[in-house]
């Protein structure tokens, strides 16, 4: 379990050094980035992603079949994480204290609300999703200034 800031950042640290991949290249989606924001105050594993040349590396060490139509995702157990392939079009950032970046909050909201709607994710993972999804759909609206149509 995270429960702070520098837990995450210690978290990848970790992993990096397990599997030799550079902290510039991970990006950090999330949990762990609900909590780097301060919009979460735990989470249970770290979700990763790297870009395509350590992650068929990863994939191929893990012994993970990447398929090309499916979201490949490899449990990397010995760093509690789960690390898929970076998406180029998703935008990232690197928040003060990092050295990784982290998906901004439109992604962000893409992923929780893609995990949501999987009938297969149990309910009170569900249910933590719907908060993750409430808090940055209002982050949103904030940023972009965005007002109710009366």
Same mark, same amino acid.
């Given at each position: 379990?995270?429960?702070?800031?520098? @837990?995450?950042?210690?978290?990848?640290?970790?992993?990096?050094?397990?599997?030799?991949?550079?902290?510039?290249?991970?990006?950090?989606?999330?949990?762990?980035?609900?909590?780097?924001?301060?919009?979460?105050?735990? #989470?249970?594993?770290?979700?990763?992603?790297?870009?395509?040349?350590?992650?068929?590396?990863?994939? %191929?060490?893990?012994?993970?079949? /990447?398929?090309?139509?499916?979201?490949?995702?490899?449990?990397?157990?010995?760093? /509690?994480?789960?690390?898929?392939?970076?998406?180029?079009?998703?935008?990232?950032?690197?928040?003060?204290?990092?050295?990784?970046? #982290?998906? !901004?909050?439109?992604?962000?909201?893409?992923?929780?609300?893609?995990?949501?709607?999987?009938?297969?994710?149990?309910?009170? !993972?569900?249910?933590? @999703?719907?908060?993750?999804?409430? !808090?940055?759909?209002?982050?949103?609206?904030?940023?972009? !200034? %965005?007002?109710?149509?009366?």
């Amino acid at each position: 379990m995270y429960k702070s800031k520098e @837990d995450v950042i210690e978290a990848v640290d970790k992993f990096s050094k397990l599997t030799n991949i550079p902290k510039e290249v991970i990006v950090i989606g999330g949990g762990g980035a609900m909590l780097l924001r301060g919009l979460r105050g735990t #989470t249970a594993d770290l979700n990763l992603w790297v870009n395509e040349k350590y992650f068929k590396e990863l994939a %191929v060490q893990q012994k993970v079949v /990447n398929h090309p139509l499916v979201d490949t995702v490899v449990n990397v157990k010995d760093a /509690n994480a789960w690390v898929r392939q970076y998406n180029p079009y998703f935008e990232a950032e690197v928040l003060g204290g990092c050295v990784f970046s #982290t998906y !901004k909050v439109l992604p962000m909201l893409v992923f929780y609300r893609s995990s949501y709607q999987e009938h297969i994710r149990p309910v009170e !993972k569900r249910l933590k @999703d719907h908060e993750c999804i409430v !808090k940055l759909n209002d982050l949103i609206s904030v940023v972009n !200034k %965005v007002k109710e149509v009366a």
